[in-house]
C-alpha cells in the first residue's frame, strides 16, 4: 500500500528531509506505509554527494542546502513537481540500478501522456527531449534538454528524495549552477515545449503510470 500526498504551498527544504527521513526510518521498521509525496519548494540550490564546487557559478542567488542523495548540483523551485519517492526497495527486488530505471521509465511514461518523448541518455542522468525546433549540434546530432532529474538515496532499503519534473518554472533559476554537472545540454519545461499543462494534470500522469512503471521487479526496464 503506498500513500500519496500532495502538499498545496511552497514547502521548506529543510522541513521536507526531515519528513523523508522520519517516514523512511518508518517504512523500515515496518511502522509507515510507503509514500509518494508531492511538492513544490521555494528556489533553493541543492547539492548532492557528487557535487563541484566549481558547478555553483551564482552562490549568493538562492540558498544553497547539502544534500545526502546522489547526484550533483540541482534547482528547486516554483513551476517544479517534486515528487519524494519513500519506496522499500527491499521488497521491490534489492536491485538500486533497476529501481532508478523504474523511476526513469515512470517519468517517460507520464511524459507521454503529454505527447513528450522522453529519452535516457548514458552518461546523462534525468529525462531528456529532444528539440526539432533548435539547430542541431555541429556533428548534426539533435539539441536535447533536460525535462526531469533524479536523484536518490537508501537507508536500509528505503529510498527517498526522488524525482523533479520542470512544468512551469522559471528557466533562468538554473543559470545560476551547472545542473547536474552537466554543459552543452540546456534544461526545459512542459509549458516552454508550448504545451498548457498544470500541476494537476502532472500528478494525475503520475498517479496513472505509476503501477506500470513499478508493476515487475523481475524485469527491469530498458531503453
Not at 59 to 65: G, N
Request: glycine share 8%; hydrophobic share 40%; with cysteine.
Amino acid at each position: 500500500m503506498v500513500e500519496w500526498i500532495t502538499t498545496s504551498g511552497l514547502t521548506g527544504y529543510d522541513d521536507a528531509v526531515a519528513f523523508m527521513e522520519d517516514r523512511a526510518a518508518g517504512i523500515a521498521a515496518g511502522t509507515h506505509e510507503e509514500c509518494i509525496w508531492l511538492v513544490e519548494h521555494p528556489p533553493l540550490y541543492t547539492a548532492g554527494t557528487s557535487a563541484r564546487p566549481e558547478d555553483l557559478t551564482d552562490p549568493e542567488r538562492f540558498p544553497v542546502h547539502s544534500s545526502k542523495r546522489g547526484g550533483q548540483y540541482t534547482y528547486h523551485g516554483p513551476g517544479q513537481r517534486v515528487v519524494y519517492v519513500m519506496l522499500d526497495v527491499a521488497k521491490r527486488g534489492r536491485d538500486v540500478r533497476c529501481f532508478v530505471r523504474q523511476l526513469e521509465r515512470w517519468v517517460i511514461l507520464a511524459l507521454d501522456r503529454f505527447n513528450v518523448t522522453g529519452h535516457i541518455r548514458d552518461g546523462r542522468v534525468g529525462v531528456w527531449v529532444e528539440r526539432d525546433d533548435k539547430p542541431r549540434f555541429a556533428n548534426g546530432d539533435k539539441t536535447e534538454d533536460k525535462i526531469a532529474a533524479i536523484g536518490i538515496r537508501l537507508r536500509k532499503w528505503v529510498s527517498f528524495h526522488g524525482i523533479s519534473i520542470n512544468v512551469e518554472p522559471d528557466l533562468s533559476h538554473f543559470d545560476g549552477i551547472v545542473p547536474c554537472g552537466i554543459t552543452d545540454f540546456g534544461v526545459t519545461s512542459l509549458v516552454d515545449l508550448g504545451l498548457p499543462v498544470t500541476m494537476t494534470d502532472v500528478d494525475v500522469a503520475l498517479r496513472q503510470c505509476f503501477d506500470v512503471a513499478f508493476a515487475a521487479t523481475d524485469t527491469c526496464p530498458t531503453d
